[in-house]
């Protein structure tokens, strides 16, 4: 059909959220007796999210037809600049929550526990569309209720030698999203919370003469259905909402540090974290065209004992400080990564016989020095003036910092290796000086 006059063949359009927020957070600390401790709080919060397109320009038009809502008469759907498009509808979130702890603490020994509950409800309305009786289609699901426990404590065992052990169980509120479908409205009858179990345990160790210290640290975080939706363009070229409910993790590690001042004139710092993130199960999720009446299709994603990337898993670092003269201070840092999967959408892996992990970053060490001088009291204009130099990379090593596993722009042949990534370089050598006065 010929095109009517002064009607756009394309144009520019914006994606809007509007929103406003208001709440209050309260806390009252009571001390019961001296070792004795109670604290309570109190957090409310509520807010409206407006989400529409508008038309931003015309590109020399006068108008685009559109006919995303059901309200429109045959005029109104020719849409000018400034007029929504598309889509428009209101979501509102009101927040609930309280807590209550208690910790008792003396010098041989510290113990505290607390429990929180919290309450979220949330509503929607879409301003485009007909629920069938001629107003707009609404959902305002029930309340969704979450809690958290958590305690832990420390024993001094001498002067030199702590114990601690931590624990926790968080179920939270499901996003937004994991309750409400923003394009078709439709709401998720049973919406699951997230889950944290964690545990973390570790010792301290500091030396009568304060000259050694150290530092273990282990951890183990498991974290159950979480929700992820993501906002994707179709091989068709459509816009698609994806749903991935009951995602699984676990999350587990040791962690070290200790440091040595070995004289006046020298103090080294050792530190080392080791970790094993993957993902647990196989999930199943929903996508849905960004298209009117569309129905709801079921995946699966193929994620089990998949590593979690974009970040690295093994980490090490060393320092060596001098203070060869009164104010004069001089420090060498390595510091080594490895360990490194890249970043992936989980949403991506839909293929049941790709089971290959995302690409592995290749492991790198850099090294940065530090210098700094405090001007002696003579030549002082101030109370305190310090000259500072920092050289980053200092053998201006070429590495690899991050990275995106089958990257949608970059990739190859899609099979997970090198040439399929899309990669960000580390920063070349450079330097950082200056001065430090305070009056």
Do not use: C
């Amino acid at each position: 059909n010929p095109k009517l006059a002064g009607e756009a063949r394309g144009i520019l359009r914006n994606s809007r959220n509007n929103q406003w927020t208001i709440g209050a957070v309260s806390k009252l600390a009571v001390e019961v007796s001296d070792p004795v401790t109670l604290e309570f709080g109190v957090d409310w919060r509520t807010a409206e999210i407006d989400h529409y397109r508008e038309v931003r320009d015309l590109l020399g038009a006068d108008y685009v037809m559109d006919t995303s809502s059901d309200f429109w008469t045959a005029a109104e759907q020719r849409r000018g600049l400034g007029d929504k498009i598309a889509y428009d509808f209101t979501n509102t979130v009101d927040w609930l929550g309280g807590f209550a702890q208690a910790e008792y603490s003396t010098s041989e020994v510290t113990v505290f526990g607390m429990t929180g509950v919290s309450m979220i409800d949330y509503s929607y309305v879409n301003h485009f569309r007909d629920d069938g009786t001629g107003n707009p289609l609404t959902s305002n699901p029930d309340n969704i209720y979450g809690f958290q426990l958590k305690g832990g404590g420390l024993v001094n065992v001498n002067d030199e030698v702590g114990v601690y052990l931590n624990a926790g169980f968080v179920s939270k509120v499901p996003i937004f999203d994991g309750v409400i479908d923003d394009v078709g409205g439709e709401t998720n009858p049973d919406p699951q919370n997230e889950k944290f179990l964690a545990f973390e345990g570790g010792l301290d160790y500091r030396s009568l003469d304060r000259s050694v210290g150290a530092r273990v640290n282990m951890y183990y975080t498991r974290w159950n259905d979480r929700s992820v939706v993501r906002s994707v363009v179709t091989e068709a070229g459509d816009d698609a909402l994806i749903s991935l409910l009951g995602l699984d993790a676990v999350h587990m590690g040791i962690e070290a540090e200790a440091n040595f001042q070995i004289s006046n004139l020298v103090r080294i710092d050792l530190s080392g974290a080791l970790a094993n993130w993957e993902y647990t199960d196989d999930v199943a999720g929903t996508y849905r065209p960004d298209a009117r009446n569309a129905a709801t299709q079921n995946y699966n994603f193929y994620v089990k004992n998949l590593k979690v990337g974009d970040a690295p898993q093994l980490q090490a670092a060393a320092a060596v400080g001098v203070f060869p003269v009164e104010g004069l201070f001089a420090q060498i840092v390595g510091k080594a990564f490895g360990r490194h999967w890249a970043a992936f959408d989980p949403i991506d892996r839909t293929d049941p016989a790709d089971r290959a992990q995302s690409w592995r970053v290749p492991g790198y060490t850099v090294l940065d020095a530090h210098f700094s001088y405090t001007l002696p009291q003579t030549v002082r204009f101030a109370q305190r003036a310090t000259l500072f130099l920092h050289v980053y990379n200092l053998l201006d090593d070429e590495h690899i910092i991050d990275a995106l596993d089958n990257s949608p722009f970059n990739g190859f042949d899609d099979d997970h290796d090198a040439d399929d990534a899309e990669v960000f370089f580390g920063l070349q050598r450079r330097f950082n000086m200056g001065v430090q006065v305070h009056f």
